[in-house]
Nanobody
């Protein structure tokens, strides 16, 4: 049974940091891209960052580039999202998702909902003083 379980969310002050984890089970990361999405109250879900587990390439939305870092530990079947310099407007439920890698697509393709096959239930990040 395929499962993605997020953890690491919580309350953080503006300018602070959090590290989210996405533990995958029931499949091997090697053939999938793992992406982080977020959905703020009243807004559409948006792609934040993704990693292609076949070649290790990463991609970031412009709004988080330079502040967020995606990484992976294939031995643990886990992907992380290190978030620094967090802003109040980044308060959202953060989801991880897995999408099968296709040879014709790369980069930002995996920041789209339709590219994803499996989803976690999300973890809430609240940025507030």
């Amino acid at each position: 049974q395929v499962q993605l379980v997020e953890s690491g969310g919580g309350l953080v002050q503006p300018g602070g940091s959090l590290r989210l984890s996405c533990a995958a089970s029931g499949f091997t990361l090697d053939y999938y891209a793992i992406a982080w999405f977020r959905q703020a109250p009243g807004k559409e879900r948006e792609g934040v960052s993704c990693v292609n587990n076949r070649d290790g390439t990463t991609y970031y939305a412009g709004s988080v580039k330079g502040r967020f870092t995606i990484s992976r530990d294939n031995a643990k079947n886990t992907v992380y999202l290190q978030m620094n310099s967090l802003k109040p407007e980044e308060t959202a439920v953060y989801y991880c998702a897995a999408g099968e890698i296709h040879p014709y697509y790369s980069g930002s393709y995996y920041l789209n909902d339709y590219a994803m096959d499996y989803w976690g239930k999300g973890t809430l990040v609240t940025v507030s003083s």
